[in-house]
């Protein structure tokens, strides 16, 4: 049965499709405003055509190219390809400043692999048991899940808590706009009809980060371009003395991205902003966070490829999506006749074990084509600023255009934009409020929900023993630098 | 003579037919994030669909405040053929009758171009009751009154408005949690977290086949025939006659000869033999009709819908 | 809704609620430190930045206003020229690299991500 799988998978028109795939995935990711979820949406009428292996192949490799492809030009130019890359955009960047930009990509790269790597591997090995689990998780720990992701947002503030928390309050108030909210209401809408759809998380994502940096950027034209750069020489240069040094936040990351993928509707995203901060929290050097430090990257970078895996659990043993890519990949999957579920490991055991095999087979690619598209990258940039700016800037309106088709996409990243320079130019960290429109909606959903099962009683939301334990987790993160704070005082005192 | 006068009508006739071709992509929009049912439809008629009129179909989706937002897009658009709406008949002839105030108004705002197929509702209880039939759950439910809730996929969605009319028609008491869409609605149906969901057939059929839910009833009048084997709830004694339709509309204003011509290629295509079984597959029954059959259909059930909607009391705001 | 104790305006007030709060913290510490209102920053002095920045808000503008009408070969061509030429790029480069990437840019997007940018007033022309 294994060997019938290879022998799909290593079927040449398998394999050029593989290939053609991660070519698309890179490009897509690469691209400011273009995401994993958008790439998947596009294949899936290519796919019609197609067998189930190739097809879920293809879908397969563009995802986990698109994911990493999105940490290219966050790291470069700060602009982030996914809002999984947001999530340590301004570490990666500082770290291009510095001077060492190949290291930053390259193990966002390597550890990339590793997380997807792992992920896989817990899928292979586990995915029915973890799919049990993650049937235990109701509204109730969801919401102290969201909870513990927001309050990681105050971690990654550096400089100002407060203002971090104004940021991210900011990025809550955003996502309340329209009527997709509980009760349906239309929430500062105006009677506008783009409005009430909501304000798009990408369009505002690109204005806050490349649009704002375009712009602040254009305001130093008169000083010299610092595209300070070493070559980039061999990517993976000290790879394997990272490997050894960072092994317990490696391991940290892909299991908590794999966990977290796993929970319905938690993906990439989430994974991301949490495992950064779990870097920070736990590092034995964080006052180096902020600077240029690959400590983080390199957590982060494992913890969002591995969640890709991690959201297929759910999808392939329940035929539920583990997040917005394995939704469309369950329609697709029910297109061609593989109903995800129970069945699927006994009617199809071929196609589970040629799926799994391409997981394995795309997560190795990422590196070659991955070591390319950084190389072209780099290529690209050499092309002097007054050209390179204005290219940008047209790929970034193309990109918030493209989401909804819509030009209001155009308009809010550009009032987002400089609503992101004035935030930034007084001290406001970007990232929360990114972070906080990314969960706003999930926060107040699990919140309503909970509420209404628990009909008002706030105390049932400690009921359950997850819940109990999130939420133990929540108050402690919260109560620990208190209580700190408080012992040194009462230390000092003496 | 009378040939002349032929050709001159031929070549009168001409423009006519040239303005039958749609001359750039067609963008089919629906009201849902991708991975439910109706963006499944979609993908496969906009597949269909595309060689028949020699343009590229693209589905577009615009979610938000349940279809609210997809018909605002459709309805300003411009009415040229090329920007359609695939969405199920609820938020046009359902949803405007539980608002006192309504942004858009199907029928002046949009013209059926096509029906495409027959849903219902499926009744669908998880492993939390314990029961595997309706007289089951409805003792259990008698016997549990605080863990008395049905799942729906959205405020204002039709398994909501069954839920509604199934607690009035029976006199039980069961109150409605609203969740977005059927992936999270369904892993809390099978974690045992709420004990029954209304939804559309095809979100729970697949489960229902392999044992993890079971459907008890569906919500129309005659069995749907994805589920020959499962009673609807007129026969087990709650009269109810709930179903919904898919259907294409364009922007008002557009002319009726694309009407026309949508028309004709959306019932082809989903008359073809091989997507009947698929439609089948997904709880859906293909009733393909064109755009007059359509618009009478909106508007008879925008009619019937009405006096249900009000005696069930379901309000929304 | 009945039965829902928190409405639709509980969330964003109580988000308010924060926001004014910390507002009301950095107001107090901004105070403290005697930190005057409203500052400029020292580029808007200058002349080459502040056209620069002016000009990227200005075709942006444009770009919202006109792409629909005039379409995305027409509006970006412009555009890049426009931008490329307030950096300091020369007459040839500009006109080159805008129809280039402008042309590039429509033609990956529409062939091969099925997105349709705006024709406008190429539409007899569309493809």
Not at chain 1, 40 to 61: D, Q
Not at chain 1, 85 to 102: I, L, N, P, R, V
Not at chain 1, 148 to 157: K, N, R, T
Not at chain 3, 90 to 114: D, E, P, Q
């Amino acid at each position: 049965m294994l060997l019938q799988a290879l022998a799909q998978v290593f079927d040449p028109y398998v394999l050029w499709v593989i290939l053609a795939s991660a070519a698309f995935g890179l490009f897509v990711g690469a691209v400011p405003g273009l995401t994993a979820t958008m790439a998947t949406a596009l294949l899936v009428p290519v796919t019609f055509f197609m067998e189930p292996v190739p097809a879920i192949a293809s879908i397969v490799t563009a995802t986990a190219m698109a994911i990493f492809a999105g940490d290219i030009p966050s790291c470069l130019l700060r602009m982030p390809g996914t809002p999984a890359s947001a999530a340590y955009t301004d570490e990666a960047y500082a770290m291009t400043k510095k001077g060492q930009g190949e290291l930053a990509l390259g193990a966002g790269l390597v550890f990339s692999v590793i997380g997807g790597l792992f992920g896989t591997a817990v899928l292979i090995m586990a995915a029915p048991a973890l799919a049990e689990v993650a049937l235990k998780f109701s509204s109730f720990e969801y919401f102290w899940l969201v909870v513990l992701g927001l309050l990681c947002a105050v971690f990654i503030a550096f400089a100002n808590p407060l203002k971090g928390i104004v940021s991210l309050l900011l990025g809550l108030l955003i996502a309340s706009v329209g009527l997709d909210n509980p009760a349906g209401f239309p929430r500062f809408t105006f009677g506008n009809a783009e409005l009430a759809g909501g304000l798009t998380l990408i369009p505002i994502m690109i204005g806050m980060f490349a649009v704002s940096e375009i712009i602040r950027s254009v305001s130093r034209i008169d000083e010299p371009w610092e595209m300070a750069q070493a070559k980039i020489g061999n990517v993976f240069r000290g790879m394997g003395a990272l490997t050894l040094r960072y092994k317990l936040p490696v391991l940290r990351g892909s299991v908590l991205g794999t966990a977290i993928g796993v929970l319905p509707g938690a993906g990439a995203d989430i994974a991301a902003w949490m495992s950064y901060a779990l870097s920070k929290k736990f590092s034995k050097e964080p006052e180096k966070f902020g600077t240029g430090h690959v400590e983080g990257i390199i957590e982060a970078g494992a913890s969002n490829n591995s969640a890709l895996a991690g959201a297929w659990v759910p999808a392939l043993v329940f035929g539920i999506p583990g997040d917005s890519i394995t939704a469309i990949v369950i329609g697709v999957l029910y297109i061609k006749g593989l109903n995800p579920g129970p069945s699927i490991f006994m009617e199809n055991a071929v196609a589970i074990y040629a799926i799994f095999m391409v997981f394995i087979l795309a997560n190795l690619l990422m590196l070659p084509l991955g070591i390319a598209a950084i190389k072209s990258a780099k290529q690209l940039l050499r092309a002097p600023r007054d050209v390179l700016m204005p290219v940008i800037l047209l790929f970034c309106i193309v990109g918030s255009f493209a989401i909804n088709n819509s030009i209001f996409g155009v308009v809010l990243m550009l009032v987002f934009g400089v609503i992101a320079y004035l935030m930034e130019e007084n001290g406001f960290p970007v990232a929360p409020a990114i972070l906080g429109m990314v969960l706003g909606a999930m926060l107040e959903e699990h919140f309503i929900r909970a509420m209404i099962r628990a009909d008002g009683n706030f105390l049932v939301f400690f009921e359950r023993p997850i819940a109990a334990g999130l939420a133990i987790a929540a108050f402690g993160i919260v109560l620990w630098p208190v209580g700190a704070w408080l012992w040194r005082r009462s230390r000092s005192a003496h | 003579m009378l040939r002349l006068a032929i050709l001159v009508i031929a070549f009168a006739a001409l423009p006519a037919v040239a303005q039958e071709k749609i001359g750039k992509p067609v963008r089919l929009v629906i009201g849902f994030a991708p991975g439910g049912s109706v963006d499944l439809v979609a993908r496969i008629v906009a597949e269909r669909l595309a060689p028949r009129l020699g343009q590229p179909v693209l589905v577009e989706n615009r979610p938000g405040g349940f279809v609210r937002v997809a018909i605002d897009a459709v309805r300003s658009a411009a009415p040229d053929g090329t920007t359609l709406l695939l969405t199920s008949s609820t938020p046009l002839v359902v949803t405007p009758h539980a608002y006192a105030k309504m942004p858009y108004d199907a029928q002046r705002d949009l013209v059926s171009v096509a029906r495409l197929v027959n849903g219902q509702q499926g009744f669908a209880l998880g492993p939390m009751s314990g029961a595997r039939s309706w007289p089951e759950y409805v003792a259990w439910l008698k016997a549990n009154p605080d863990k008395a809730f049905f799942a729906s996929s959205g405020v204002g969605s039709m398994g909501h408005l069954v839920g509604v009319v199934l607690a009035n028609t029976s006199g039980l008491r069961i109150e409605h949690v609203a969740y977005k869409g059927s992936g999270q609605y369904n892993a809390e149906l099978l974690g045992g977290q709420v004990s029954a969901g209304i939804s559309g057939i095809a979100d729970a059929s697949e489960f229902h086949r392999t044992g993890k839910l079971r459907i008890v009833a569906t919500s129309g009048a005659e069995r749907s025939r994805a589920l020959p084997d499962v009673p609807t709830f007129k026969e087990l004694g709650v009269p109810m006659d709930l179903s919904l339709w898919y259907g294409v509309f364009a922007p008002a204003g557009t002319p009726s000869a694309i009407v026309e011509l949508l028309g004709r290629e959306l019932v082809a295509v989903v008359g073809a033999p091989d997507l009947t079984e698929r439609f089948i597959n997904l709880g859906l029954d293909p009733a393909a009709a064109g755009p007059k059959a359509a618009a009478e259909t909106l508007a008879s059930d925008y009619a019937r819908w009405r006096p249900i909607v009000q005696q069930a009391g379901f309000k929304l705001d | 809704m009945p039965g829902q104790r928190f409405g639709p305006a509980w969330f964003p007030g109580s988000i308010a609620a924060g926001l004014a709060v910390c507002g009301g913290l950095l107001i107090f510490s901004g105070l403290r430190r005697a930190s005057p209102w409203v500052a400029l920053p020292d580029w808007v002095h200058r002349r080459r930045p502040l056209l620069g920045v002016g000009s990227v808000v200005a075709g942006l503008l444009f770009y919202i206003l006109a792409a629909d009408t005039l379409g995305f070969y027409i509006t970006g061509i412009v555009l890049l020229a426009f931008w490329m030429q307030i950096l300091g790029a020369s007459w040839r480069m500009a006109a080159v690299v805008a129809v280039v990437a402008t042309v590039a840019i429509h033609l990956s997007f529409y062939k091969i991500l099925r997105i349709p940018l705006p024709w406008g007033l190429f539409e007899q022309w569309a493809f």
